[in-house]
């Protein structure tokens, strides 16, 4: 969107569309009270396997709690305590945890649990399973180690090419909950061209929250100069979303951790600015977005929601039966989006 002249620029009224819903999903919420609930019931420190989320701000905060954060279970001491993250792990991490005698907590959304059983079902089934996902991010490590001689790797639609498979006829594909949907149907497209009897999964892989997210982007994008969005780089599902803000018309469409990381520059001749983040970022995060924007100008915040968001989970089964035990009260999730991580971002 190009304004027509300077004095179009001059007085025109600043303004952010803050797109809606954004942050946390039930699933991240769920992990990051699970690491909290953890180091208050049983003291620092709490092993936690990979990064809970991907999320810089929610790692650090954590980590300074008390919450130690490593590679993989052989790091940690025998017999303590590990939480697993929300992305999942492979039957091989369990074994491991279990040979370790670990106390494991298993953060794993739900979600991402769902798909783990199809992969289950469908290699005992005998079909040849094609994961659509990005080859190395933890989701897909997990997903595949539930069959590794049954499931392939597909990371992108230009992929499709190098598929080989036993039975043509006996295929279907599975997907990483936090792809872009209009890249991952490409690739069902594309795959569907060369194996025309390749089946679904029985229900959509890409989490609600995902969908949502991009569906809100691409509500705002067209009528914005910039898009901002709120995330790290690891984030999957928050770097699509600055890919979706582009191609659904944005300006021109960032990635930042924190609000300290917006160039000034960006903002030269704008008088719209998009604003979201990824699923796993706290909105204390994106208000201190929209207090940098505001001092730049930008102090009319107009929020855009393409839907609403009440889907909750439990808190995972072992630490929920723990508190239960001592006598503890079990928090219910923030249905908000926000998060208990109220540290003022540096």
């Not at 690491?35 to 420190?45: D, Q, R």
């Not at 959304?109 to 991010?137: M, N, Q, S, W």
């Not at 992929?159 to 006996?170: I, L, M, Q, S, T």
Request: proline share 6%.
């Amino acid at each position: 969107m190009t304004p027509t002249n300077a004095d179009d620029i001059a007085t025109r009224p600043k303004r952010v569309l803050l797109a809606a819903p954004r942050g946390y999903c039930a699933g991240v919420d769920r992990a990051v009270v699970a690491v909290e609930k953890a180091l208050e019931h049983y003291g620092a420190p709490v092993y936690v396997r990979k990064e809970i989320v991907h999320n810089k701000y929610v790692v650090e905060t954590l980590a300074a709690r008390g919450a130690v954060f490593v590679h993989e279970t052989d790091e940690v001491p025998e017999g303590a305590r590990v939480v697993f993250s929300a992305h999942g792990v492979s039957p091989a991490v369990h074994a491991s945890a279990a040979a370790r005698n670990l106390q494991t907590i298993d953060a794993t959304c739900p979600l991402v649990t769902k798909v783990h059983k199809e992969a289950v079902r469908f290699a005992a089934e005998d079909y040849d399973i094609l994961l659509i996902g990005h080859e190395g991010h933890e989701e897909v490590e997990g997903t595949q180690g539930e069959a590794p001689e049954r499931i392939q790797v597909v990371n992108s639609p230009a992929a499709v090419d190098d598929v080989v498979v036993r039975d043509p006829e006996r295929i279907v594909w599975i997907s990483q909950t936090t792809l872009s949907v209009d890249e991952t149907m490409e690739t069902v497209r594309r795959l569907r061209e060369r194996f025309p009897a390749l089946q679904d999964p029985p229900s959509d892989d890409i989490c609600y929250a995902t969908q949502n997210r991009q569906v809100a982007v691409k509500k705002i994008a067209a009528q914005c100069d910039v898009v901002i969005t709120v995330g790290s780089a690891n984030s999957s599902n928050s770097v699509r979303l600055v890919e979706v803000a582009l191609e659904a018309g944005a300006g021109s469409s960032y990635r930042i951790d924190k609000a300290a990381e917006i160039d000034p520059a960006w903002l030269v001749g704008a008088t719209t600015v998009g604003v979201t983040s990824g699923a796993s970022v706290p909105e204390i995060l994106v208000r201190d977005v929209l207090d940098t924007l505001a001092a730049h100008g930008f102090g009319e915040v107009e929020e855009v929601r393409t839907a609403t968001e009440d889907l909750m989970f439990s808190l995972p089964r072992e630490l929920r039966a723990d508190l239960k035990a001592a006598g503890t009260p079990v928090p219910r999730p923030r249905r908000d989006g926000r998060t208990s991580l109220q540290v003022t971002p540096t």
